[in-house]
């Protein structure tokens, strides 16, 4: 097992910027596909990126690419989002997940192991 603990949200005006951290231990955390998803109050949980095991290769939601970039050090085990340009819509708790996959994907039911979130919120 995984054990994933995120930091790094906070209160951020639009167009601001944050950086997620995501620390893993348990393990080896090389040996997971990565990716973080967002739930808003009232709506279900979506996928915001995701990243393989080596790093080199990622997807995004639509509603983010350009303005995040998911990342990761194996060496460090931690998954890092680094989020600019923030709007209001990106206000949400924000989870990070690892699943045994050898490649990028994007459904969260494929992902075994979740955090237990942390809250980002853009005021307007």
């Known amino acids: 097992q995984v054990q994933l603990v995120e930091s790094g949200g906070g209160l951020v005006q639009t167009g601001g910027s944050l950086r997620l951290s995501c620390r893993a231990s348990?393990?080896?955390?090389?040996?997971?596909?990565m990716a973080w998803f967002r739930q808003a109050p009232g709506k279900e949980r979506e996928f915001v990126a995701a990243?393989?095991?080596?790093?080199?290769?990622?997807a995004y939601a639509d509603s983010v690419r350009g303005r995040f970039t998911i990342s990761r050090d194996n060496a460090k085990n931690t998954l890092y989002l680094q989020m600019n340009s923030l709007k209001p819509e990106d206000t949400a708790v924000y989870y990070c997940?690892?699943?045994?996959?050898?490649?990028?994907?994007?459904?969260?039911?494929?992902?075994?192991?979740w955090g237990q979130g942390t809250q980002v919120t853009v005021s307007a």
């Open positions: 348990g393990r080896t955390f090389s040996s997971y596909a």
């Open positions: 997940a690892g699943s045994q996959s050898r490649s990028v994907i994007t459904s969260a039911r494929t992902y075994d192991y």
């Open positions: 990243i393989n095991r080596s790093g080199d290769s990622t």
